[in-house]
């Protein structure tokens, strides 16, 4: 009777995060930030991070300077192997989990409540950070999984999480790109298949003072 239970509770929440809205974004901002130059000075990693979250303006442009459509032609500010266009990206915050939907730059409901524990893993400050990206690699969309296809999808998530690190750099944010989190558990709340793989992930918010 309890296993019953807790699978019809497991299906109502499912239901309604199903049904929940996709969240509409501001358009990306296309001024603002330090020239490139300043920003590679002011990179570097941090693991300490204030309890101050991110506007949805804020969200926006870091979502969009990672994985966001720059051309009417629909590619990327993260180029990928023959514009493959494979890599996935979820927003985890104290909330819920949200896939960034790049064509409607938009955020579709995936979890609801606080599940930063599984990409923090052992590290506990990383449950701090107010944002969590998490870089997700799409065999299915990349049509290929033999070495060669592993090896150019995991370059792909690495321009993306650089993509990242240089927008926190340049715009008054910290980060600190990591590969520690627990993947099966991930794979398990976000629906993955054995073709979709999680490679890194950001902690991403403002500074301690």
């Known amino acids: 009777m309890k296993q019953i ?18 969240v509409q974004l501001p358009a990306p901002a296309k001024t603002g930030g330090q020239g490139v130059v300043e920003t590679l000075w002011n990179r570097q ?6 309890d101050r979250m991110l506007s949805q303006q804020e969200l ?17 500010t993260s180029p990928t192997a023959s514009n493959k266009q ?7 915050t104290a909330e819920g989990v949200s ?11 995936v979890a609801q409540g606080d599940h930063r524990g599984i990409v923090a893993g052992r590290q506990d400050w990383v449950k701090t950070a107010p944002v969590i990206l998490l870089i997700v690699a799409d065999e299915a969309k990349f049509g290929s999984n033999n070495e060669r296809s592993k090896t150019m999808m995991a370059v792909d998530a690495g321009i ?37 793989t999680p490679l890194l992930n950001n902690p991403v918010g403002y500074g301690k003072d």
Do not use: W
């Not at 239970?5 to 996709?22: D, E, G, K, P, R």
């Not at 990693?45 to 204030?50: A, C, G």
């Open 5 to 22: 239970i807790l699978s019809v509770m497991a299906a109502l929440l499912t239901s309604s995060v199903c049904m929940a809205q996709n």
């Open 45 to 50: 990693s941090h693991n300490e991070y204030s």
């Open 60 to 76: 926006s442009n870091l979502l969009f300077a990672a994985v966001g459509v720059n051309r009417e032609s629909g590619k990327l």
């Open 86 to 92: 494979e890599i996935r990206l979820f927003v985890f």
């Open 99 to 109: 896939e960034y939907l790049n064509k409607e730059n938009s955020l579709k409901p």
């Open 160 to 196: 993306v999480c650089e993509n990242i690190n240089l927008f926190c750099a340049g715009t008054g944010l910290v980060t600190r790109p990591r590969a520690s989190m627990d993947t099966e558990a991930i794979k398990s709340l976000l629906g993955l298949d054995e073709t979709q």
